[in-house]
């Protein structure tokens, strides 16, 4: 196994895998998205055959962390030197450098820690949400936060859940 250099984020985690598209989790807090559509379309004529079984989305949702970067156990390679065939798997930097920021991951107290003192002494929360209409069908809401933030007094961060990490949106 090859040495992991230090002083570089790591990939942690693979919150979602879509065919050619991957939403990670960094070892510097960061959500990113790596979209590889264009790639994918120049895998299926490379002459690489390792490159060329990434192109089917079956194979490319084999995606796994290994070592802090990705790699995919439904194409493997032969390594000079490492007995067996290893799986093909990307440079982290530019893994990194090529993907998408969405967001840093927060823990649920870190996202909640300024609401407790809206709530100390007294007898009924004020609810910070407006009611959603009941004829919406849809499961994503876009909501207006410029009311939210003057009733409570301070900023609102937009947060998601992907996966079981909480994600808090940077450009809403």
Not at 134 to 163: C, H, Y
Request: hydrophobic letters at 40%; a positive charge.
């Amino acid at each position: 196994m090859a040495r992991i250099q230090q002083g570089f984020v790591k990939l942690e985690k693979l919150l979602q895998v879509e065919p050619f598209k991957i939403v990670s989790l960094w070892s510097n807090g960061e959500t990113r998205l790596n979209d590889f559509e264009s790639e994918a379309a120049q895998w299926k004529n490379s002459a690489n055959k390792a490159l060329k079984k990434l192109a089917s989305p079956k194979v490319f949702k084999t995606a796994f962390v290994l070592n802090g970067t990705l790699a995919f156990s439904g194409s493997t390679v032969r390594v000079i030197g490492i007995p067996g065939d290893q799986p093909v798997d990307f440079d982290r930097r530019k893994l990194y450098h090529d993907s998408q920021l969405i967001g840093k991951a927060v823990t649920y107290v870190d996202a909640v820690k300024h609401q407790k003192s809206r709530f100390i002494n007294r007898k009924k929360p004020v609810p910070v949400i407006p009611s959603l209409p009941s004829n919406s069908q849809s499961a994503i809401f876009r909501i207006d936060l410029g009311p939210i933030n003057k009733k409570i007094g301070a900023p609102v961060t937009p947060l998601i859940v992907i996966g079981d990490e909480l994600i808090e949106i940077d450009n809403l």
